[in-house]
């Protein structure tokens, strides 16, 4: 099992920057899940965004923040950062991380969310 818990949401102008985290902790060793970052928009359905290993390897950014966001990783402290600069309002949402076994497709665990909110 892994607990999940996101930090660093907030309000920030368009143009802007944010860092959101993701601590994770869990009984079995948490080098064995990959960690995606989500975000669910008012009305919207979910959304991935981007997901990284603990050995280091990203996915593919979704198009829409491609350039603007990147995730990286903390091994020393369990720790996920998602850097999200040049803010839109567009990227206004509750961000959550998530975590899935690594031969798995599936993310199992997931944090409670942090809200981002983009004003214009």
């Known amino acids: 099992q892994v607990q999940l818990v996101e930090s660093g949401g907030g309000l920030v102008q368009a143009g802007g920057s944010l860092r959101v985290s993701c601590a994770a902790s869990?009984?079995?060793?948490?080098?064995?899940?990959?960690i995606g970052w989500f975000r669910q928009a008012p009305g919207k359905e979910r959304e991935f965004v981007v997901a990284i290993t603990w050995t280091g390897t990203a996915t593919d950014y979704v198009d829409s923040v491609k350039g603007r966001f990147t995730i990286a990783r903390d091994n020393d402290k369990n720790t996920v950062y998602l850097q999200m600069n040049s803010l839109e309002p567009e990227d206004t949402a509750v961000y959550y991380c998530a975590a899935r076994w690594r031969f798995s497709s599936e993310y199992t665990y997931w944090g409670q969310g942090t809200q981002v909110t983009v004003s214009s």
């Open positions: 869990g009984r079995t060793s948490v080098s064995n899940y990959v």
